[in-house]
T-cell receptor, first 109, second 113 residues
Framework: SQKIEQNSEALNIQEGKTATLTCNYT??????LQWYRQDPGRGPVFLLL?????KEKRKERLKVTFDTTLKQSLFHITASQPADSATYLC????????FGKGTMLLVSP | DTEVTQTPKHLVMGMTNKKSLKCEQH?????MYWYKQKAKKPPELMFV???????INESVPSRFSPECPNSSLLNLHLHALQPEDSALYLC????????????FGQGTRLTVV
């Protein structure tokens, strides 16, 4: 079956460091992957979309990479801040979105 | 306006009640979605509407009945729910059904008693 996996349930880092979150996919080749942020009790908020022919995409302190050889997308937050603490969801899909389980990021002061 | 508005924010209903969840967007998006999210789980797709027609039903029980009265509105009618249906119900919209980001509402926290 087509799977999208975020293997880290939680990630704790110190303020100012770079957070790196991983999303792996198996048994298919997605045309693109999306990353969302979700705060407790609220809907997901779109962050970045990367297509399979794009190696890297940036938006302010955020960077996402797409490695079709490793079947993996990495999501980076540079100069992390406590306000970046949230759950980050990777998603695949064309007409629908299938989400990974998410990684809860905690940035400590 | 880049908002998807969902009402109500919270809903408590008995197992014999009939209620409706509402969703509205004014971004001109032609695809609208209902997702269900249980605690500590990712959102799971329930229904997809494309150009006001139901295009995907992910084998959702008939006690959930979606409706798309027009391109800006999406409803989810609830009847005879079970306690295990308690969850956060999320509405989303996108320009099209593929290759574009989705905009999510804040959700309706539903509790079935």
């Amino acid at each position: 079956s087509q799977k999208i996996e975020q293997n880290s349930e939680a990630l704790n880092i110190q303020e100012g460091k770079t957070a790196t979150l991983t999303c792996n996919y198996t048994n298919y080749s997605p045309a693109y992957l999306q990353w969302y942020r979700q705060d407790p009790g609220r809907g997901p908020v779109f962050l970045l979309l990367i297509r399979e022919n794009e190696k890297e995409k940036r938006k302010e302190r955020l960077k996402v990479t797409f490695d079709t050889t490793l079947k993996q997308s990495l999501f980076h937050i540079t100069a992390s801040q406590p306000a970046d603490s949230a759950t980050y969801l990777c998603a695949r899909g064309y007409s629908t979105l299938t989400f990974g389980k998410g990684t809860m990021l905690l940035v400590s002061p | 306006d880049t908002e998807v508005t969902q009402t109500p924010k919270h809903l408590v209903m008995g197992m014999t009640n009939k209620k409706s969840l509402k969703c509205e967007q004014h971004m001109g998006h032609r695809a609208m979605y209902w997702y269900k999210q249980k605690a500590k789980k990712p959102p799971e797709l329930m229904f997809v509407y494309s150009y006001e027609k139901l295009s995907i039903n992910e084998s959702v029980p008939s006690r959930f009945s979606p409706e798309c009265p027009n391109s800006s509105l999406l409803n989810l009618h609830l009847h005879a729910l079970q306690p295990e249906d308690s969850a956060l119900y999320l509405c989303a919209s996108s320009q099209a059904t593929g290759g574009t980001e989705a905009f999510f509402g804040q959700g309706t926290r539903l509790t079935v008693v």
